[in-house]
C-alpha cells in the first residue's frame, strides 16, 4: 500500500520562496512618526549590548510582510489542528 503525506496547506505552489528573496533593498513595512520624546544615547543606556548591525534582515514592503504573517500564521495552525486530530485526542 502506498503512503500519502497530508500536506498542511492546500496552496496551489508548495515551494514558496522565503521572505529573504523577496527583499529589495530601500523597502520598509513601516512609516514611523517624529519623535515626540527626547532622543537616547542607546550606546550609554546599552552599552556593550547595543547592535549596531542588526544582520541580514530582510527589506519588504508592507503588504509583503502581512502576506507573510498570514501565509505563517495559517500554516501553524493548519499543523497544530492535524497534531490535535490524528493523535485521537
Known sequence: MKHMTRKATRHISQNEGL????????????????????????????GAAERKDLGSMPEVSELDLQLEDGRVTAYRAKIKVSFKYEGGD
Request: proline share 14%; no cysteine.
Open 19 to 46: 521572505i529573504f528573496e523577496k527583499s529589495s533593498p530601500g523597502k520598509a513595512a513601516w512609516k514611523l512618526p517624529p519623535l515626540d520624546v527626547p532622543d537616547v544615547d542607546t550606546n550609554k543606556l546599552l
